[in-house]
């Protein structure tokens, strides 16, 4: 009886690919997954494409709602630096990769993409030596998941020139081409309609991440007289586990606050400007719709939220604030006047243009399918 055929060789003798994609925990991780995952079935309506995630993770809605199969693994802690005890593979890592690697078998895996993360690296070192690995790494400081599997991947695609790890290709951050199409002129009315804002005010978007941010909703909500003595109507995306609660102004445009945005396109055309974190997919949305932004970059970690920022700021289609400087009455003092001033706000939706790479998702299921030979 023969051997069974695996990965590159399965896909070279002339059966649908199978894509395995490891994304999972924050949007962040997840949206490049299936943008790209999207942007596969469009090349190779024939392919099949699988996600890998954890029964806690955000990835449970998201994934089964845009059509595609999860598959759930144990997470993997990550240290916050490679050390000699995660090269031994603890316990805890070893039984991930066992768990992960019965996946992609079972799946009949021909390539695993891993996006970073608690879910890709147990994908990574699962697949090395016997699947084709493709990383790819949406920010400039290179996390550890994606550190250790660039050191064993076929290509390794990133979102920005400079980002220090191996092999790294350029090729942007895939996203959805609901966004990278939108016409926002065209669908403002819809959306505001959608999201019962006021048809005719300048409209601020709001939102902190998939799980919202206290000093964004503080501030905001604190700046809700402000804004609406100023004519303006506000779209805010707290989160789903904050509350917010904001005083109504009766003839003035509405305080829409909603725990998510299920249809980030309609926020986007629904809006004038926005105020958001810089998380790489946040930055890389905002860019591709010509939004003007005021970014609030996240101030833990590594500062990678600034630098995320920084190139839509040098451009002049954005302005940063420290998350510590944003309060109500910076809010009145930068926000309003910015949100309120036609020409100045299609000046900034102008400088937007240009930034990113808005074809990323298709370059990068060229470099997948590649990598599994299709």
Do not use: W
């Not at 994304?23 to 997840?30: P, Y």
């Not at 768990?99 to 070192?125: H, I, M, N, S």
């Not at 958001?276 to 609030?296: D, H, K, N, Q, T």
């Amino acid at each position: 009886m023969s051997e069974p055929v695996k990965g590159a060789e399965r896909s070279a003798a002339g059966k649908a690919p199978t894509i395995v994609v490891a994304g999972g925990g924050t949007a962040g991780h997840i949206e490049p997954a299936l943008a790209l995952a999207d942007a596969v079935m469009r090349l190779r309506p024939d392919a099949k494409v699988i996600a890998l995630g954890t029964e806690r993770g955000l990835e449970n809605k998201l994934v089964p709602a845009r059509g595609y199969q999860l598959e759930l693994i144990p997470p993997v802690p990550l240290p916050r630096k490679v050390t000699t005890e995660l090269l031994r593979m603890p316990l805890k890592v070893r039984d991930s990769v066992k768990q992960t690697r019965a996946v992609l078998d079972r799946v009949g895996a021909d390539v695993v993409v891993g996006f970073g993360g608690y879910v890709a690296l147990p994908a990574y070192l699962a697949a090395r030596g016997r699947t084709p690995i493709v990383v790819h790494e949406a920010n400039k400081s290179p996390g550890l998941a994606n550190k250790v599997g660039a050191r064993f991947a076929a290509r390794v695609a990133v979102a920005v020139p400079g980002t220090p790890i191996a092999k790294a290709e350029v090729v942007g951050i895939p996203l959805r081409r609901s966004i990278t199409s939108l016409d926002r002129p065209a669908l403002r009315a819809e959306a505001r309609e959608f999201f019962g804002l006021d048809p005719d005010a300048p409209t601020l978007l709001v939102f902190g991440g998939s799980q919202g941010a206290r000093s964004i909703n503080d501030a905001l909500s604190g700046a809700a007289k402000e804004l609406a003595d100023a004519g303006i109507g506000v779209l805010h995306a707290h989160g789903p586990k904050n509350t917010l609660v904001v005083q109504e102004f009766p003839g003035k445009p509405a305080y829409v606050p909603v725990p998510y945005l299920e249809r980030m396109d309609l926020a986007y055309a629904a809006a004038d400007v926005v105020v958001c974190r810089s998380g790489a997919m946040a930055a890389a949305e905002v860019s591709a719709v010509g939004l003007p932004a005021v970014f609030v970059p996240l101030p833990h970690g590594n500062g990678e939220q600034a630098i995320n920022a920084q190139p839509a700021v040098d451009a002049g289609a954005a302005l940063m604030v420290a998350d510590g400087d944003l309060t109500p009455a910076k809010v009145a003092e930068l926000v309003v006047p910015l949100v309120t001033d036609a020409e100045r706000v299609k000046k900034m939706s102008a400088a937007a243009v240009g930034l990113g790479h808005r074809e990323a998702d298709e370059v990068l299921a060229k470099i997948v399918l590649e990598a599994c030979g299709v």
